[in-house]
């Protein structure tokens, strides 16, 4: 009579399942934890000022770089497309008197040029603008 030997047939599974989730938990906390660097696509050095306040708004932002590009929110576009450009603007339920603009421009862009791009703002319809500076260290 012949035996059988029961060692072929003792199969060990190893169930995945915990070191799948696991490795999903450490995903997800590396995921969390980790800050992202948020850069701004256009380098600006603002003027700086003793008395500016850090306010926090939706709105349009108009930005004016020392090498002469001037940008609506993160387009770029020619002085002559910015009355347009704000004209055409949805400001959804807020008329355009009440709208917030904020105007960034380089310590190095001249004084003529900021006072005619507050004209084109006026001009397009819009009262609030406020001038972005940096605060002094």
Same mark, same amino acid.
């Given at each position: 009579?012949r035996l059988r030997s029961?060692?072929?047939?003792?199969?060990?599974?190893?169930?995945?399942?915990?070191?799948?989730?696991?490795?999903?938990?450490?995903?997800?906390?590396?995921?969390?934890?980790?800050? #992202?660097?948020?850069?701004?696509?256009? %380098?600006?050095?603002? !003027?700086? &000022?003793?008395?500016?306040?850090?306010?926090?708004?939706? $709105?349009?932002?108009?930005?004016?770089?020392?090498?002469?590009?001037?940008?609506?929110?993160?387009?770029?576009?020619?002085?002559?497309?910015?009355?347009?450009?704000?004209?055409? #603007?949805?400001?959804?339920?807020?008329? %355009?008197?009440?709208? !917030?603009? &904020?105007?960034?421009?380089?310590?190095?862009?001249?004084? $003529?040029?900021?006072?005619?791009?507050?004209d084109v703002i006026r001009?397009?319809?819009?009262?609030?603008?406020?001038?972005?500076?940096?605060?002094?260290?």
């Amino acid at each position: 009579m012949r035996l059988r030997s029961k060692r072929g047939s003792i199969r060990s599974n190893v169930d995945m399942t915990p070191m799948i989730d696991i490795v999903f938990q450490l995903i997800l906390f590396f995921l969390v934890s980790t800050t #992202f660097a948020i850069l701004p696509g256009i %380098k600006l050095k603002l !003027p700086s &000022s003793h008395t500016s306040e850090g306010t926090s708004y939706k $709105g349009i932002t108009i930005t004016a770089d020392a090498d002469g590009l001037l940008f609506f929110n993160e387009k770029e576009v020619a002085f002559d497309e910015l009355g347009n450009e704000l004209v055409m #603007f949805d400001t959804g339920d807020v008329k %355009k008197d009440e709208f !917030p603009v &904020s105007l960034e421009a380089d310590s190095e862009v001249t004084n $003529g040029t900021i006072v005619k791009i507050f004209d084109v703002i006026r001009e397009s319809g819009y009262a609030v603008i406020n001038l972005r500076t940096a605060t002094e260290k």
